[in-house]
């Protein structure tokens, strides 16, 4: 069986790596010559719309999926007319527009920030009367890991921020004063079963994830499953899927949804019993869902900009190293690591100076 993937950075890689033990087999198509998951797969090199190479794709992969959701919603549509593609391309142009999105999440009865679209200088303003300050100003197209985000303070702050999305399609969403930030994921097979993991409390600076902690027994739960079940149920998705959320005084209010692996679910892969690469695999092959049950206390550290020395990370004996085979680059995703332990002190403990290990190397 041989599962294709558009994209080959990190999380095609991390797939690929799930999928080898049940004897799997990949092809990717990624623009990138040193893609990070070149060495696990077949590397289809060129653009995500060159025609040959989708063809080439099409005729070799037993079913395709994609690992982040700015693959053009045409190139999975074509796709899907010569294979199977999961998830469908629905999810994927649902979640390219934020402001689709964002309707979605209110027709489906998800509730979200107070939000309006924004195509000239004029609506913004008119936006931001109603809406308030402090603002935040968003793409609707494209945009990842705070890029294409402008904040709004005051009146003063609007003519800068247009100008710098370029007269580019946009949406003004109001800030929203949660408690935190959270996330769930979930994989739905074709027949409708659905395994839920458990919420993810979530750290960012800058735009960026920096940590994310499994947090068993949660109060929250229960409404972000009922929330994401919606989504997979209104979409008829297959794969994992992340919903992001802010906890609002034990409310939940969507932020936004990733049709496929995400970042806050990475502690999975030592942390869960079924890591989420290896449960989308199993979806899309609509195989039996693997448990998600948390084995001990877990959590996922980001490394921004270059990777820990190997040895000094490993003296930590509580933690797993993943490096993605990416050059350093100053904000970019280059490795984690895991950190698992039944012994919530000994966790704390080694969470706390792995969080410091990874800022002190973010900056410098």
Request: charged share 20%; aromatic share 8%; proline share 5%.
């Amino acid at each position: 069986m041989k599962v294709g993937i558009l994209g080959g950075g990190q999380l095609a890689r991390m797939i690929a790596l799930a999928g080898y033990p049940l004897g799997l087999k990949f092809i990717v198509l990624d623009p990138d010559a040193n893609a990070g998951a070149a060495g696990l797969s077949e590397h289809l090199h060129g653009a995500y719309d060159d025609p040959e190479l989708l063809a080439q794709l099409a005729a070799k992969a037993d079913v395709v999926t994609y690992e982040f959701e700015n693959v053009p919603a045409h190139v999975a549509e074509f796709l899907t007319s010569h294979t199977l593609v999961y998830p469908p391309a629905k999810a994927l142009a649902v979640a390219q527009d934020r402001l689709l999105e964002k309707d979605f999440f209110n027709r489906i009865g998800i509730g979200t920030a107070p939000y309006a679209a924004v195509d000239n200088p004029r609506d913004l303003r008119t936006a931001l009367a109603s809406i308030g300050y402090p603002a935040i100003l968003k793409s609707r197209r494209m945009g990842y890991d705070g890029k294409g985000q402008m904040v709004l303070k005051s009146e003063a702050d609007l003519e800068p921020a247009w100008h710098a999305m370029q007269d580019a399609p946009s949406i003004v969403e109001g800030f929203v004063p949660f408690q935190r930030e959270v996330s769930i994921i979930a994989a739905r097979r074709p027949s409708g079963d659905i395994a839920f993991y458990p919420l993810s409390e979530n750290q960012h600076s800058g735009g960026i994830l920096r940590v994310a902690r499994a947090c068993r027994d949660d109060a929250e739960q229960a409404m972000a499953e009922d929330y994401v079940r919606r989504l997979l149920e209104e979409l008829d998705y297959v794969g994992v899927i992340a919903l992001e959320l802010f906890d609002v005084n034990g409310r939940l209010l969507a932020n936004e949804f990733a049709p496929r692996v995400h970042n806050s679910g990475h502690w999975s892969i030592e942390g869960s019993e079924t890591s989420q690469f290896e449960n989308h695999l199993r979806a899309i092959l609509d195989l039996p869902l693997g448990s998600t049950q948390t084995r001990g206390n877990a959590a996922m550290v980001n490394f921004i900009g270059g990777p820990p020395d190997t040895q000094e990370l490993l003296n930590f004996p509580h933690a797993h190293l993943h490096l993605y085979d990416k050059a350093p680059r100053k904000g970019r995703k280059v490795a984690h690591a895991t950190v698992r332990s039944d012994d919530a002190e000994v966790f704390a403990g080694t969470l706390e100076q792995l969080s410091a290990l990874a800022q002190r190397i973010d900056n410098s």
